[in-house]
Protein backbone atom coordinates (compact mmCIF):
# COMPACT_ATOMS: atom_id res chain seq x y z
CA UNK A 1 0.00 0.00 0.00
CA UNK A 2 2.50 1.92 0.78
CA UNK A 3 4.85 1.67 -2.51
CA UNK A 4 1.42 2.21 -4.10
CA UNK A 5 1.20 5.33 -2.41
CA UNK A 6 4.89 6.60 -3.05
CA UNK A 7 4.09 5.88 -6.97
CA UNK A 8 0.95 7.91 -6.82
CA UNK A 9 2.76 10.62 -5.36
CA UNK A 10 5.67 10.29 -7.86
CA UNK A 11 3.39 11.39 -11.28
CA UNK A 12 2.69 14.77 -12.53
CA UNK A 13 0.00 16.42 -11.20
CA UNK A 14 -2.12 16.00 -14.36
CA UNK A 15 -1.93 12.42 -14.19
CA UNK A 16 -2.75 12.69 -10.02
CA UNK A 17 -6.08 15.02 -10.72
CA UNK A 18 -7.33 13.10 -14.14
CA UNK A 19 -6.89 9.47 -11.95
CA UNK A 20 -8.71 11.24 -9.38
CA UNK A 21 -11.08 12.81 -11.34
CA UNK A 22 -11.88 9.07 -12.71
CA UNK A 23 -11.80 7.23 -9.38
CA UNK A 24 -14.29 9.63 -8.25
CA UNK A 25 -17.10 8.97 -11.64
CA UNK A 26 -15.64 5.30 -11.51
CA UNK A 27 -17.04 4.97 -8.00
CA UNK A 28 -20.45 7.70 -8.22
CA UNK A 29 -21.53 5.19 -11.44
CA UNK A 30 -20.62 1.85 -10.08
CA UNK A 31 -22.57 3.06 -7.30
CA UNK A 32 -25.19 4.32 -9.33
CA UNK A 33 -25.29 1.18 -11.58
CA UNK A 34 -25.53 -1.56 -9.19
CA UNK A 35 -28.57 0.53 -7.37
CA UNK A 36 -30.10 0.47 -10.65
CA UNK A 37 -29.51 -3.34 -10.92
CA UNK A 38 -31.39 -4.42 -7.70
CA UNK A 39 -33.88 -2.07 -8.62
CA UNK A 40 -34.43 -3.38 -12.08
CA UNK A 41 -33.63 -6.49 -9.95
CA UNK A 42 -36.51 -6.27 -7.35
CA UNK A 43 -39.54 -4.75 -9.94
CA UNK A 44 -38.57 -7.74 -12.20
CA UNK A 45 -39.16 -10.55 -9.30
CA UNK A 46 -42.36 -8.08 -8.30
CA UNK A 47 -43.39 -8.65 -11.40
CA UNK A 48 -42.85 -12.68 -11.41
CA UNK A 49 -44.40 -12.75 -7.61
CA UNK A 50 -47.68 -11.22 -8.75
CA UNK A 51 -48.06 -13.56 -11.61
CA UNK A 52 -47.90 -16.25 -9.20
CA UNK A 53 -50.15 -15.29 -6.66
CA UNK A 54 -52.65 -14.22 -9.54
CA UNK A 55 -52.08 -18.02 -10.32
CA UNK A 56 -52.65 -19.40 -6.72
CA UNK A 57 -56.25 -17.19 -6.64
CA UNK A 58 -57.63 -18.46 -10.11
CA UNK A 59 -60.72 -20.59 -9.07
CA UNK A 60 -60.25 -24.60 -8.76
CA UNK A 61 -56.16 -24.56 -9.04
CA UNK A 62 -55.54 -25.13 -5.97
CA UNK A 63 -58.90 -27.43 -5.36
CA UNK A 64 -57.59 -29.70 -9.00
CA UNK A 65 -54.40 -30.25 -8.10
CA UNK A 66 -55.40 -32.00 -4.77
CA UNK A 67 -57.75 -33.96 -6.63
CA UNK A 68 -55.04 -34.99 -8.56
CA UNK A 69 -52.71 -35.65 -6.09
CA UNK A 70 -55.35 -37.12 -3.53
CA UNK A 71 -57.99 -38.94 -6.25
CA UNK A 72 -57.61 -41.17 -8.92
CA UNK A 73 -56.80 -38.69 -11.89
CA UNK A 74 -59.11 -37.75 -14.34
CA UNK A 75 -58.35 -36.80 -18.18
CA UNK A 76 -55.53 -34.54 -17.50
CA UNK A 77 -56.04 -30.60 -18.74
CA UNK A 78 -53.36 -28.13 -18.48
CA UNK A 79 -54.46 -25.83 -15.08
CA UNK A 80 -52.63 -22.69 -16.97
CA UNK A 81 -53.38 -22.96 -20.47
CA UNK A 82 -50.43 -20.98 -22.40
CA UNK A 83 -47.93 -21.28 -19.83
CA UNK A 84 -44.76 -23.05 -19.12
CA UNK A 85 -45.08 -22.75 -14.87
CA UNK A 86 -44.48 -25.57 -12.21
CA UNK A 87 -47.08 -26.80 -10.01
CA UNK A 88 -47.24 -29.49 -7.57
CA UNK A 89 -48.28 -30.27 -4.11
CA UNK A 90 -45.75 -31.28 -1.47
CA UNK A 91 -46.89 -32.97 2.20
CA UNK A 92 -44.91 -33.29 5.49
CA UNK A 93 -43.39 -36.20 3.92
CA UNK A 94 -43.16 -38.03 1.02
CA UNK A 95 -42.99 -36.90 -2.26
CA UNK A 96 -44.41 -34.39 -4.29
CA UNK A 97 -47.31 -34.43 -6.56
CA UNK A 98 -46.72 -33.35 -9.82
CA UNK A 99 -48.95 -31.75 -12.14
CA UNK A 100 -49.15 -33.69 -15.39
CA UNK A 101 -48.71 -30.76 -17.65
CA UNK A 102 -45.61 -29.33 -15.38
CA UNK A 103 -42.33 -29.02 -17.08
CA UNK A 104 -40.80 -30.84 -14.17
CA UNK A 105 -39.90 -31.14 -10.73
CA UNK A 106 -39.33 -28.32 -8.47
CA UNK A 107 -36.41 -29.31 -5.61
CA UNK A 108 -38.15 -29.45 -2.35
CA UNK A 109 -36.35 -27.04 0.65
CA UNK A 110 -36.72 -27.51 4.75
CA UNK A 111 -38.35 -23.78 4.37
CA UNK A 112 -40.86 -25.41 2.41
CA UNK A 113 -41.79 -27.74 4.78
CA UNK A 114 -41.99 -25.19 7.53
CA UNK A 115 -44.84 -23.40 5.86
CA UNK A 116 -46.80 -26.85 5.89
CA UNK A 117 -46.37 -26.29 9.58
CA UNK A 118 -46.96 -22.96 9.98
CA UNK A 119 -50.54 -23.78 9.59
CA UNK A 120 -51.59 -19.86 10.56
CA UNK A 121 -49.30 -18.24 7.58
CA UNK A 122 -51.42 -16.45 6.12
CA UNK A 123 -49.12 -15.54 2.70
CA UNK A 124 -47.39 -17.85 0.58
CA UNK A 125 -43.81 -17.84 1.03
CA UNK A 126 -41.19 -16.90 -2.08
CA UNK A 127 -37.98 -18.38 -2.62
CA UNK A 128 -35.36 -18.66 -5.10
CA UNK A 129 -34.68 -22.95 -6.11
CA UNK A 130 -33.86 -24.51 -9.02
CA UNK A 131 -35.76 -27.76 -10.47
CA UNK A 132 -34.74 -31.24 -10.95
CA UNK A 133 -32.40 -30.06 -13.93
CA UNK A 134 -30.88 -27.24 -12.36
CA UNK A 135 -32.90 -24.39 -13.92
CA UNK A 136 -33.61 -21.53 -11.80
CA UNK A 137 -36.92 -21.12 -10.86
CA UNK A 138 -38.98 -18.21 -8.93
CA UNK A 139 -41.02 -20.60 -6.30
CA UNK A 140 -44.63 -19.59 -4.56
CA UNK A 141 -45.44 -22.22 -1.82
CA UNK A 142 -48.89 -21.38 -0.03
CA UNK A 143 -50.24 -23.74 2.38
CA UNK A 144 -53.43 -25.87 1.38
CA UNK A 145 -55.15 -27.95 4.65
CA UNK A 146 -54.95 -31.36 6.05
CA UNK A 147 -55.29 -33.80 3.65
CA UNK A 148 -58.07 -36.02 4.86
CA UNK A 149 -56.64 -39.76 3.51
CA UNK A 150 -53.74 -39.64 5.55
CA UNK A 151 -54.10 -36.32 7.67
CA UNK A 152 -50.70 -34.47 6.56
CA UNK A 153 -50.69 -30.94 5.94
CA UNK A 154 -50.59 -30.25 2.11
CA UNK A 155 -49.05 -27.22 0.52
CA UNK A 156 -48.98 -26.13 -2.97
CA UNK A 157 -45.84 -24.90 -4.90
CA UNK A 158 -46.27 -22.79 -7.92
CA UNK A 159 -42.55 -21.76 -9.80
CA UNK A 160 -42.08 -19.40 -12.64
CA UNK A 161 -38.99 -20.31 -14.71
CA UNK A 162 -35.89 -17.27 -14.00
CA UNK A 163 -34.38 -17.84 -17.33
CA UNK A 164 -35.42 -15.03 -19.11
CA UNK A 165 -35.88 -12.86 -15.82
CA UNK A 166 -32.13 -13.52 -15.29
CA UNK A 167 -31.19 -13.14 -19.06
CA UNK A 168 -32.80 -9.79 -19.13
CA UNK A 169 -30.68 -9.00 -15.97
CA UNK A 170 -27.33 -9.88 -17.31
CA UNK A 171 -27.81 -7.89 -20.04
CA UNK A 172 -28.42 -5.09 -18.09
CA UNK A 173 -25.43 -5.71 -15.92
CA UNK A 174 -23.10 -5.27 -19.13
CA UNK A 175 -25.03 -2.48 -20.59
CA UNK A 176 -24.05 -0.45 -17.59
CA UNK A 177 -20.53 -2.33 -17.18
CA UNK A 178 -20.03 -1.15 -21.06
CA UNK A 179 -21.49 2.57 -19.97
CA UNK A 180 -19.86 2.51 -16.42
CA UNK A 181 -16.49 1.94 -18.53
CA UNK A 182 -17.32 4.42 -21.27
CA UNK A 183 -17.65 7.43 -18.23
CA UNK A 184 -14.63 6.12 -16.36
CA UNK A 185 -12.49 6.37 -19.72
CA UNK A 186 -14.73 9.94 -20.96
CA UNK A 187 -13.90 11.29 -17.01
CA UNK A 188 -9.85 10.13 -17.10
CA UNK A 189 -9.59 12.32 -19.91
CA UNK A 190 -12.04 15.29 -18.99
CA UNK A 191 -10.02 15.86 -15.91
CA UNK A 192 -6.85 15.50 -18.00
CA UNK A 193 -8.16 18.28 -19.89
CA UNK A 194 -9.60 20.04 -17.00
CA UNK A 195 -6.48 19.76 -15.17
CA UNK A 196 -4.24 21.27 -18.25
CA UNK A 197 -6.54 24.51 -18.81
CA UNK A 198 -6.32 24.76 -14.77
CA UNK A 199 -2.30 24.59 -14.50
CA UNK A 200 -1.50 26.31 -17.59
CA UNK A 201 -0.76 29.11 -15.37
CA UNK A 202 1.14 27.48 -13.29
CA UNK A 203 3.41 25.90 -16.03
CA UNK A 204 3.81 29.64 -16.95
CA UNK A 205 4.68 30.30 -13.19
CA UNK A 206 7.54 27.07 -13.25
CA UNK A 207 8.84 28.64 -16.52
CA UNK A 208 9.41 31.79 -15.19
CA UNK A 209 11.00 30.26 -12.11
CA UNK A 210 13.35 28.12 -14.46
CA UNK A 211 14.28 31.13 -16.23
CA UNK A 212 15.42 32.75 -13.26
CA UNK A 213 17.18 29.89 -11.83
CA UNK A 214 19.02 29.88 -15.46
CA UNK A 215 19.62 32.90 -16.29
CA UNK A 216 19.15 35.06 -12.83
CA UNK A 217 17.21 37.30 -14.90
CA UNK A 218 14.62 39.28 -11.88
CA UNK A 219 12.60 41.16 -14.35
CA UNK A 220 10.75 38.52 -15.45
CA UNK A 221 6.84 38.88 -14.48
CA UNK A 222 4.29 36.57 -14.91
CA UNK A 223 0.62 38.58 -16.42
CA UNK A 224 -1.96 38.09 -14.12
CA UNK A 225 -5.22 39.71 -14.90
CA UNK A 226 -6.77 42.06 -12.57
CA UNK A 227 -10.06 40.49 -11.78
CA UNK A 228 -8.49 37.07 -11.09
CA UNK A 229 -8.90 36.46 -7.17
CA UNK A 230 -8.06 32.20 -7.70
CA UNK A 231 -5.29 30.93 -5.74
CA UNK A 232 -3.33 31.00 -9.23
CA UNK A 233 -3.95 34.45 -9.39
CA UNK A 234 -2.46 35.29 -6.45
CA UNK A 235 0.08 32.55 -6.30
CA UNK A 236 1.54 34.66 -9.50
CA UNK A 237 0.95 38.11 -7.87
CA UNK A 238 3.11 36.54 -4.97
CA UNK A 239 5.72 35.47 -7.24
CA UNK A 240 6.00 38.93 -8.78
CA UNK A 241 6.20 40.16 -5.53
CA UNK A 242 9.18 38.46 -4.78
CA UNK A 243 10.84 39.05 -7.76
CA UNK A 244 10.31 42.69 -7.58
CA UNK A 245 12.10 42.53 -3.98
CA UNK A 246 14.63 40.21 -5.39
CA UNK A 247 15.23 42.76 -8.06
CA UNK A 248 15.06 45.31 -5.63
CA UNK A 249 17.55 44.25 -3.49
CA UNK A 250 19.85 42.73 -6.01
CA UNK A 251 20.04 46.59 -7.33
CA UNK A 252 20.98 47.76 -3.86
CA UNK A 253 23.46 45.11 -2.83
CA UNK A 254 25.05 46.13 -6.37
CA UNK A 255 24.93 49.90 -5.57
CA UNK A 256 26.42 49.10 -1.75
CA UNK A 257 29.28 46.97 -3.45
CA UNK A 258 30.02 49.57 -5.51
CA UNK A 259 29.80 52.74 -3.16
CA UNK A 260 31.94 50.31 -0.54
CA UNK A 261 34.27 49.81 -3.18
CA UNK A 262 34.52 53.47 -3.83
CA UNK A 263 34.90 54.57 -0.78
CA UNK A 264 37.08 51.50 0.42
CA UNK A 265 40.13 52.86 -2.55
CA UNK A 266 40.56 56.67 -0.96
CA UNK A 267 41.82 55.03 2.74
CA UNK A 268 43.27 51.66 1.17
CA UNK A 269 45.73 53.96 -1.41
CA UNK A 270 46.30 56.30 0.90
CA UNK A 271 47.36 53.83 3.99
CA UNK A 272 49.64 51.75 1.08
CA UNK A 273 51.39 54.21 0.31
CA UNK A 274 52.16 55.58 3.73
CA UNK A 275 53.29 51.83 4.73
CA UNK A 276 55.22 52.12 1.38
CA UNK A 277 56.75 54.85 2.88
CA UNK A 278 57.78 52.97 5.93
CA UNK A 279 58.53 50.13 4.86
CA UNK A 280 61.34 51.89 1.90
CA UNK A 281 62.91 53.76 4.70
CA UNK A 282 63.57 50.53 6.53
CA UNK A 283 64.56 48.65 3.02
CA UNK A 284 67.22 52.02 2.20
CA UNK A 285 68.35 52.77 5.61
CA UNK A 286 67.26 55.91 5.04
CA UNK A 287 65.58 57.37 8.06
CA UNK A 288 63.05 59.63 7.89
CA UNK A 289 62.87 62.40 9.98
CA UNK A 290 61.02 62.03 13.42
CA UNK A 291 58.31 64.40 13.36
CA UNK A 292 57.46 63.07 9.40
CA UNK A 293 56.85 59.24 10.74
CA UNK A 294 54.73 60.49 14.06
CA UNK A 295 53.09 61.84 11.42
CA UNK A 296 52.83 58.89 8.99
CA UNK A 297 51.64 56.93 11.80
CA UNK A 298 49.39 59.04 12.87
CA UNK A 299 47.89 59.18 9.37
CA UNK A 300 47.79 55.37 8.96
CA UNK A 301 46.51 54.84 12.71
CA UNK A 302 43.51 57.41 11.52
CA UNK A 303 42.90 55.90 7.94
CA UNK A 304 42.89 52.09 9.69
CA UNK A 305 40.30 53.76 12.62
CA UNK A 306 38.23 55.04 9.41
CA UNK A 307 38.29 51.49 7.63
CA UNK A 308 36.91 49.99 10.81
CA UNK A 309 34.27 52.30 11.39
CA UNK A 310 33.02 52.17 7.05
CA UNK A 311 33.03 47.82 7.90
CA UNK A 312 30.85 48.03 11.06
CA UNK A 313 28.66 50.38 9.40
CA UNK A 314 28.91 48.69 6.14
CA UNK A 315 27.85 45.19 8.39
CA UNK A 316 25.12 47.38 9.88
CA UNK A 317 23.44 47.80 6.41
CA UNK A 318 24.07 44.76 5.81
CA UNK A 319 21.78 42.71 8.50
CA UNK A 320 18.33 41.26 7.37
CA UNK A 321 14.93 42.43 9.15
CA UNK A 322 14.80 38.82 10.61
CA UNK A 323 18.03 40.28 12.67
CA UNK A 324 16.69 42.96 13.97
CA UNK A 325 13.13 41.67 14.52
CA UNK A 326 14.55 39.23 17.10
CA UNK A 327 16.41 41.66 19.17
CA UNK A 328 13.58 44.05 19.16
CA UNK A 329 12.00 45.07 22.85
CA UNK A 330 10.83 48.16 24.92
CA UNK A 331 13.51 50.04 25.91
CA UNK A 332 13.81 53.90 27.73
CA UNK A 333 14.60 56.21 24.95
CA UNK A 334 15.95 58.91 27.58
CA UNK A 335 18.51 56.00 28.67
CA UNK A 336 19.84 55.74 25.04
CA UNK A 337 19.80 58.86 24.59
CA UNK A 338 21.70 59.50 27.93
CA UNK A 339 24.26 56.54 27.09
CA UNK A 340 25.11 59.05 23.82
CA UNK A 341 25.24 61.92 24.95
CA UNK A 342 28.59 60.51 27.43
CA UNK A 343 30.10 59.02 24.50
CA UNK A 344 29.20 62.66 22.70
CA UNK A 345 30.93 64.81 25.36
CA UNK A 346 34.18 62.30 25.00
CA UNK A 347 34.69 63.11 21.70
CA UNK A 348 33.42 67.03 21.93
CA UNK A 349 35.37 68.07 25.58
CA UNK A 350 35.38 71.79 24.19
CA UNK A 351 31.61 71.92 23.68
CA UNK A 352 28.81 71.99 25.80
CA UNK A 353 26.33 69.91 25.27
CA UNK A 354 22.91 70.57 27.28
CA UNK A 355 20.45 68.00 27.47
CA UNK A 356 16.50 68.29 28.64
CA UNK A 357 15.02 65.13 28.06
CA UNK A 358 11.32 63.19 29.19
CA UNK A 359 11.01 59.88 30.13
CA UNK A 360 9.76 58.02 26.87
CA UNK A 361 9.62 54.33 26.25
CA UNK A 362 10.00 53.11 22.39
CA UNK A 363 9.81 49.22 20.54
CA UNK A 364 13.70 48.68 19.03
CA UNK A 365 16.78 47.01 19.11
CA UNK A 366 18.96 48.82 21.86
CA UNK A 367 22.06 48.80 20.17
CA UNK A 368 21.15 50.11 16.91
CA UNK A 369 19.02 52.67 18.47
CA UNK A 370 22.21 53.80 20.39
CA UNK A 371 24.02 53.59 17.36
CA UNK A 372 21.90 56.08 15.42
CA UNK A 373 21.22 58.73 18.65
CA UNK A 374 25.72 58.36 18.56
CA UNK A 375 25.40 58.95 15.04
CA UNK A 376 23.32 62.43 15.11
CA UNK A 377 25.07 63.78 18.19
CA UNK A 378 28.87 62.92 16.39
CA UNK A 379 27.42 64.97 13.52
CA UNK A 380 26.13 67.57 15.72
CA UNK A 381 29.42 67.69 17.16
CA UNK A 382 32.13 67.57 14.00
CA UNK A 383 30.49 70.42 12.41
CA UNK A 384 29.90 72.69 16.16
CA UNK A 385 32.36 76.05 16.05
CA UNK A 386 35.41 75.83 19.12
CA UNK A 387 33.76 76.09 22.19
CA UNK A 388 30.18 75.92 20.60
CA UNK A 389 27.09 74.59 22.04
CA UNK A 390 24.88 71.71 21.38
CA UNK A 391 21.15 71.47 22.45
CA UNK A 392 19.41 68.40 22.99
CA UNK A 393 15.71 67.68 23.97
CA UNK A 394 13.26 64.79 23.93
CA UNK A 395 9.61 65.88 24.57
CA UNK A 396 6.96 63.35 23.64
CA UNK A 397 8.76 61.42 21.73
CA UNK A 398 10.32 63.70 19.70
CA UNK A 399 14.13 64.24 19.80
CA UNK A 400 15.67 67.08 18.75
CA UNK A 401 19.28 68.06 18.31
CA UNK A 402 20.59 71.43 17.45
CA UNK A 403 24.50 72.26 16.85
CA UNK A 404 25.78 76.11 15.86
CA UNK A 405 27.79 75.14 12.92
CA UNK A 406 27.61 76.05 9.59
CA UNK A 407 24.53 74.43 8.59
CA UNK A 408 23.43 72.60 5.46
CA UNK A 409 23.01 73.86 1.72
CA UNK A 410 19.55 73.63 0.81
CA UNK A 411 20.51 72.22 -2.58
CA UNK A 412 21.75 68.97 -0.67
CA UNK A 413 19.06 68.74 2.16
CA UNK A 414 17.38 65.70 0.14
CA UNK A 415 20.27 64.26 -0.12
CA UNK A 416 21.81 63.70 3.43
CA UNK A 417 20.60 60.58 4.28
CA UNK A 418 21.53 58.57 0.67
CA UNK A 419 24.80 56.32 1.09
CA UNK A 420 28.22 57.03 0.76
CA UNK A 421 26.65 60.74 0.25
CA UNK A 422 29.31 63.56 1.83
CA UNK A 423 28.98 67.24 1.25
CA UNK A 424 31.73 68.69 -0.62
CA UNK A 425 32.33 70.93 2.49
CA UNK A 426 32.82 67.44 4.48
CA UNK A 427 34.96 65.92 2.49
CA UNK A 428 38.21 66.73 3.87
CA UNK A 429 36.69 65.50 7.42
CA UNK A 430 36.86 61.98 8.89
CA UNK A 431 33.82 59.41 8.09
CA UNK A 432 32.44 57.24 5.31
CA UNK A 433 28.64 59.09 4.48
CA UNK A 434 26.97 55.89 6.12
CA UNK A 435 26.33 57.49 9.60
CA UNK A 436 22.91 59.36 8.72
CA UNK A 437 22.00 56.35 6.36
CA UNK A 438 22.01 54.12 9.25
CA UNK A 439 20.33 56.92 11.45
CA UNK A 440 17.31 57.14 8.66
CA UNK A 441 16.71 53.05 8.24
CA UNK A 442 17.28 52.28 12.21
CA UNK A 443 14.73 55.20 12.94
CA UNK A 444 12.31 53.90 10.18
CA UNK A 445 12.79 50.54 11.14
CA UNK A 446 11.03 51.96 14.56
CA UNK A 447 8.45 53.36 12.95
CA UNK A 448 9.60 56.69 13.04
CA UNK A 449 10.31 60.15 11.17
CA UNK A 450 14.05 61.29 11.01
CA UNK A 451 14.52 64.98 9.18
CA UNK A 452 17.43 67.44 8.83
CA UNK A 453 16.45 71.66 8.80
CA UNK A 454 18.18 75.08 9.08
CA UNK A 455 17.78 76.11 12.86
CA UNK A 456 16.91 79.48 13.21
CA UNK A 457 19.83 81.67 14.05
CA UNK A 458 22.14 78.90 12.16
CA UNK A 459 23.16 75.19 12.41
CA UNK A 460 21.23 72.36 11.89
CA UNK A 461 18.45 70.52 13.71
CA UNK A 462 17.94 66.94 13.01
CA UNK A 463 14.33 65.74 14.61
CA UNK A 464 13.53 62.31 15.50
CA UNK A 465 10.21 61.28 16.49
CA UNK A 466 9.44 57.51 17.67
CA UNK A 467 6.08 56.15 18.28
CA UNK A 468 5.87 55.25 22.34
CA UNK A 469 5.77 51.36 23.06
CA UNK A 470 2.32 50.11 24.32
CA UNK A 471 3.54 49.26 28.07
CA UNK A 472 6.49 50.36 29.49
CA UNK A 473 8.95 48.10 30.81
CA UNK A 474 9.36 47.17 34.34
CA UNK A 475 11.61 49.45 36.29
CA UNK A 476 14.93 47.87 37.21
CA UNK A 477 15.55 47.65 41.46
Same mark, same amino acid.
Request: contains cysteine; hydrophobic residues 40%; aromatic residues 4%.
Given at each position: ?6 ? &? ?28 ? &? ?9 ? #? ?12 ? #??? *? ?30 ? @? ?30 ? $???? /? ?30 ? !? ?9 ? *? ?19 ? /? ?19 ? #? ?32 ? !? ?12 ? =? ?31 ? @????? $? ?29 ? $? ?17 ? %? ?26 ? &???? /? ?31 ? &? ?47 ? %????? =????
Amino acid at each position: MNKVLRR &FRSLPIRSRLAMLVAAAVAFAVAAVSVTCW &FIVQGKLYDQV #NADLEEMARRPGTV #NAL *LQRCTQTPQESTQLFPGRNDYVQAIKEEGAPC @VDPNSPGTVNVTSADKEVIKDANRSQGFFRNG $TDED /GNAVRVLTVYLGVDQNDSQGVAVQLAAPLKST !QSTLNELALIL *LLVSGIGVIGAGAAGLAVARA /GLRPVDKLTEAVEHVARTEDL #NVRIPVEDDAEDEVARLSRSFNSMTSALASSHEL !QQQLIADAGHELRT =PLTSLRTNIELLTRSEETGRPIPEADRKALLAS @VKAQM $TELAALIGDLQELSRSEGQRGERVQVISLEG $TVETALRRARLRGPELTIT %ADLQPWFVRAEPAALERAVVNILDNAVK &FSPE /GGTVEVQLTDGVLTVRDHGPGIPAEELPHVFDR &FWRSPSARALPGSGLGLSIVARTVQQAGGQVTLAHAQGGGTVATVRLPG %APTAP =PETP
